[in-house]
């Protein structure tokens, strides 16, 4: 049935709350809500405001529950579906969400925003295909909303079968659109062209909580040397948790930006004089696309969040490393790649140190090979070489693990595609989502990790050596296709780098008989990476301050001239 009318008194919290939030106080606002719905009796119209409002504090399985409270009275209600498919996608109910946004589309099949998050279900479970064609019926309809255009250029990097050509053309139309979208930038900037002065510096990310980006941002943060740089951090969160708080003590400029405009962001990072503005959202979520093609900054940098380029022809640079990048890939992009010493990520756990585990095989009798990361990221290509390894050691196992691996679409996904290559359901296992800790702990259960290509794994890599995990990757031209490679140069393995699916299937066999031969493999590779130049967290953040001087000494040079 319709949900009733509202009653004066929700009509009253309604505008009282709105209020509050329009004024910053959501945490208000959510308790008033919460206080009148318990008087109301669970009033339908406060539900579906509290759903806004826990979504907004990062309350998301609250929203999901609120909004089942809802359906209670009107199944078919579309704001309650809409808002539990985002709850839904952010605790891991991706079917469940997949449908929400499906009867939001029933009702009305050209909802831009119910495409577009469709589009994102269907990532989250790692249709490709699917999900490019959500993307690309919204643009059809609406091409005046610059995050379906991101969403399209930052999945195209999933498909298998588009032309690196075509990906980075696609960047640069994009990019250009984009730029068009953001509005003029300045003319010319009130800071001082000083190139050896002390450095105003700031963070721009949607991602300062327990996420991947964190643990490349963290030692950043911490040993950053304040004597010769002003820090500065522009949150786009509206929520926080121990990893916020613990980067909000280590930054003396710390901006919570989340409910700003992004004209009214653009006004404060030019009010706060930013000489290089590092954006590490990019065209991932929660990002501030437009504030950041309009240039506040007279440096714009794409650094960790998206691992291509930009295609914005207002961002200076790219910082990468000089494993990253093949000449094709780097004929394609707007962004100047500003190559860091070594590595252009270092890593920093975020939780207490793992002993490496020993190797299975050890205890099983067989090899155990495992891949850890998202679902997006498997392609047929993968599935081929994995099979091909499977059978090539009868009796070994491969074990799937992310967190929407629990789901049922997911597993008949994988399923399907092994079962095309002779490979039953017995030789095959899903675990879904654990917290950071017990994920790393799962390493233990595999002898070797078959990273994904093309596109590779990027944090999923890091603990897999973190914790002494060997693993095989597959090179390929693009940052994202390019990131086990760096690594395992990063650890002194470049035997376990693939030019071809081919060798990719004779290195994880050689890795196999490894493995058996030597029962301490998982230490060695352990303090490889411990050692490495992607843990040397002092060194690394005096070449990352080393290469924003020169960026900087470069801008200053550009004012001379002109």
């Known amino acids: 049935m319709p949900l009733p009318p509202p009653s004066s008194r929700t009509v009253a919290v309604l505008t009282q709350a709105q209020a509050l939030m329009q004024r910053g106080q959501a945490a208000a606002a959510m308790k008033l809500c919460e206080q009148a719905v318990e008087g109301e009796n669970g009033d ?168 991947p980006a964190s643990h490349y941002v963290e030692p950043v943060l911490r040993l950053h040397d304040k004597n010769v740089i002003d820090l500065y951090a522009y949150s786009l969160i509206t929520w926080s948790d121990p990893v916020t708080e613990s980067f909000r003590s280590c930054v003396p400029n710390w901006r919570d930006v989340g409910m700003l405009g992004d004209d009214q962001l653009f006004d404060l990072i030019q009010a706060d004089k930013i000489d290089i503005l590092i954006d590490l959202s990019g065209h991932t979520a929660r990002n501030r696309i437009l504030t950041v093609a309009r240039k506040p900054a007279p440096v714009m940098v794409n650094w960790i969040g998206y691992l291509n380029t930009l295609g914005i022809p207002g961002i200076d640079y790219s910082l990468l490393d000089p494993h990253l990048l093949s000449p094709a890939a780097d004929a394609g992009f707007v962004d100047r790649p500003w190559a860091l010493p070594e590595t252009a990520y270092c890593y920093t756990p975020l939780v207490t140190y793992r002993r490496p585990a020993p190797s299975p095989v050890f205890r099983k009798g067989h090899i155990t090979f495992g891949c850890f990361n998202n679902p997006a990221k498997l392609s047929q290509a993968a599935f081929a ?43 095959l296992s899903f675990q879904g989502y654990s917290p950071l800790g017990p994920f790393l702990d799962g390493f233990a259960d595999i002898d070797i990790a078959l990273d994904t290509f093309p596109y590779t794994g990027v944090t999923t890599t890091m603990h897999t050596l973190w914790v002494g995990t060997p693993m095989v990757t597959l090179t390929g031209d693009t940052p994202m296709q390019r990131f086990g490679r760096s690594a395992l140069l990063s650890i002194g393995r470049p035997d376990w780098i693939a030019a071809s699916p081919k060798d990719y299937v004779a290195i994880a066999l050689r890795l196999a008989e490894e493995v058996k031969a030597d029962p301490g493999l998982r230490q060695k590779v352990q303090r490889r990476m411990h050692s490495s130049s992607m843990m040397r967290h002092e060194i690394f953040v005096r070449n990352l301050e080393t290469a924003y001087r020169a960026m900087w000494q470069a801008w200053c040079t550009r004012q001379g001239a002109a």
Do not use: C
Not at 155 to 182: C, T, W
Not at 190 to 205: E, F, K, Q, T, V
């Open 44 to 211: 339908p119209l406060l539900l579906l405001e509290m759903i806004n409002l826990y979504l907004h504090l990062g309350r998301h399985d609250d929203a999901y529950q609120a909004g089942l409270k809802v359906l209670e009275i009107d199944p078919e209600e579309p704001s309650a579906h809409f808002n539990m498919g985002l709850a839904g996608m952010r605790t891991n109910r991706y079917e469940a969400a997949l449908g929400h946004f499906q009867t939001v589309l029933k009702h009305d099949p050209q909802n831009v925003r119910a495409l577009t998050n469709l589009g994102g279900v269907y990532f989250g479970l790692g249709f490709i295909k699917e999900s490019l064609a959500q993307y690309r019926e919204a643009l059809r309809l609406d091409e005046s909303v610059p995050g379906i255009w991101q969403n399209y250029i930052s999945i195209l990097n999933y498909d298998e079968e588009a032309p690196l050509s075509f990906v980075m053309d696609q960047h640069r139309v994009v990019g250009e659109k984009l730029q068009a979208m953001a509005g003029p930038r300045p003319a010319a900037y009130a800071n001082d062209p000083s190139p050896n002065r002390r450095l105003r510096i700031g963070y721009l990310s949607g991602d300062f909580i327990m996420h």
């Open 385 to 427: 070489a994995w099979a091909e390894i499977l059978h090539s050691l009868p009796d070994s196992h491969l074990i799937f693990k992310y967190k929407t691996f629990d789901s049922p679409m997911v597993q008949n996904r994988v399923l399907r595609a092994m079962a095309a290559h002779g490979i039953g359901p017995d030789r």
